[in-house]
């Protein structure tokens, strides 16, 4: 916040979304790196894909409204903690928590808190894992800690947080009824897709004698 401050009579806003930027950047070759070397090692995928954005001015601002922020720098650094976001999609349900614990083991990154949506899911039958994390971001005269969304889901849980996303930004939360009662069966019918592929998955290996089970 301090590096930023010091540059905000400039451009303030330029330089704090160039470092969540690099944020981005940084988080995402990690996450190559380590799906290289788990696929290198141990011949194991548990990553499908890899995703990442910068949340849009508007959305910041709209998010700094929402909650009674004032609409400058210090409190979009303060309290909007997924301007540099990145989603990881796995195939299977268990993969979610080895994926989260080989992220929290690295080096050179804090974990600030965890929102367990899959174990407690939203109302609305949202299931995701997500992480806020600190990365440093290394400038040539400054080491920024800059904070990191990181979502960890299924891909039967993605795909129903695509949908409801885009209802939810249809309608401004205002759907009508049914819409919410379906969305919450499909995300039940999702959580036994999920677990009934897990069980596959397990099976297969068991039956291929795989140690990494
Ligand atoms: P968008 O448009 O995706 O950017 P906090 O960060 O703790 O102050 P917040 O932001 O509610 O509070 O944190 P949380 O719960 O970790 O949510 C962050 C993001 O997760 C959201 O960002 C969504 O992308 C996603 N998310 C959370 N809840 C839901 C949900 O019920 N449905 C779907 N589809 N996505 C959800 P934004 O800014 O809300 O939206």
Known sequence: QEYIRERS????FETAMFIYQSALTQMGSRIEVLNSE????????PIEYVKSRLKTPESIMKKLRKNGHNLNIEDMIEYVNDIAGIRITCSFFSE?????DMIARQDNLEVISIKDYISQPKESGYKSYHMLLSIPV???????????????????????ASLEHKIYYKYEGNAPDYFERE???CSSIISRLDAKMMTLNEAMKRIEGDPGL
């Open 138 to 160: 290394a400038l040539g005269d400054a080491k920024v800690p800059t904070k990191v969304e990181l979502q960890i889901r299924t891909m039967a849980m993605d795909f129903w």
């Open 9 to 12: 009579d400039r451009d303030g």
């Open 183 to 185: 969305l919450q069966e």
């Open 38 to 45: 788990l696929n290198h090692m141990h011949s194991y995928n």
């Open 96 to 100: 979610i928590y080895f994926v989260a």
